[in-house]
T-cell receptor
Framework: GAVVSQHPSRVICKSGTSVKIECRSL??????MFWYRQFPKQSLMLMAT?????????EQGVEKDKFLINHASLTLSTLTVTSAHPEDSSFYIC???????????FGPGTRLTVL | AQSVAQPEDQVNVAEGNPLTVKCTYS??????LFWYVQYPNRGLQFLLK??????LVKGSYGFEAEFNKSQTSFHLKKPSALVSDSALYFC???????????FGSGTRLQVQP
């Protein structure tokens, strides 16, 4: 149990375009989802926390207008990178948590490359 | 603010030998501690956690970790390393408020045959 999927696994886009990444909890209801960003050979940095049906809470330094997060249902959260630039190239990982559980379950990640 | 330190960028061990990956933490209040493993271009896989109870926590794939409150440490251990254990290991502490995780910088484990 407790599987989280991400789609796409890899995406290459041109500078200035927008990219949407989906995060789904497949066998449980995720009241909270987290979006992390990982640069090569670095740790995961929390970008934002999203709760179903409410606005996401962004970490300091993360532009909410650039990284749009929608947690429309208990099984789906999306991250849209708007007007992507090469410096947005990174590995984006989501995690999901069900209410009452101490564990987060991580998706497999999405590798974004902006040309 | 909470923080996690993994002092070693890389740990090298020979197959069959015991391994230890170090982690120290700083939190206010009771710590919720986790270990995750990451293989290349993959997400994180949960290994084990400490919430409360026994200081020695047993997890997946034969790994265990010892919670030491006086030393604020949560070192990951395995009695006999396998080549397939070679990966990137992250220690993390959970924020009791937001439930988000703060990760250490990661330690690359290389097990030589």
């Amino acid at each position: 149990g407790a599987v989280v999927s991400q789609h796409p696994s890899r995406v290459i886009c041109k500078s200035g375009t927008s990219v949407k990444i989906e995060c789904r909890s497949l066998d449980f209801q995720a009241t909270t989802m987290f979006w992390y960003r990982q640069f090569p050979k670095q740790s995961l940095m929390l970008m934002a926390t999203s709760n179903e049906g409410s606005k996401a809470t962004y970490e300091q330094g993360v532009e909410k207008d650039k990284f749009l997060i929608n947690h429309a249902s208990l099984t789906l959260s999306t991250l849209t990178v708007t007007s992507a630039h090469p410096e947005d190239s990174s590995f984006y990982i989501c995690s999901a948590r069900n209410k009452g559980y101490n564990e987060q379950f991580f998706g497999p990640g999405t590798r974004l490359t902006v040309l | 603010a909470q923080s996690v330190a993994q002092p070693e960028d890389q740990v090298n061990v020979a197959e069959g030998n015991p391994l230890t990956v170090k982690c120290t933490y700083s939190v206010s209040g009771n710590p919720y501690l986790f270990w995750y493993v990451q293989y290349p271009n993959r997400g994180l896989q949960f290994l084990l956690k400490y919430i409360t109870g026994d200081n020695l926590v047993k997890g997946s794939y034969g790994f265990e970790a010892e919670f030491n409150k006086s030393q604020t440490s949560f070192h990951l251990k395995k009695p006999s390393a396998l080549v397939s254990d070679s990966a990137l290991y992250f220690c993390a502490v959970r924020d009791t408020g937001r439930r988000a995780l703060t990760f250490g910088s990661g330690t690359r484990l290389q097990v030589q045959p």
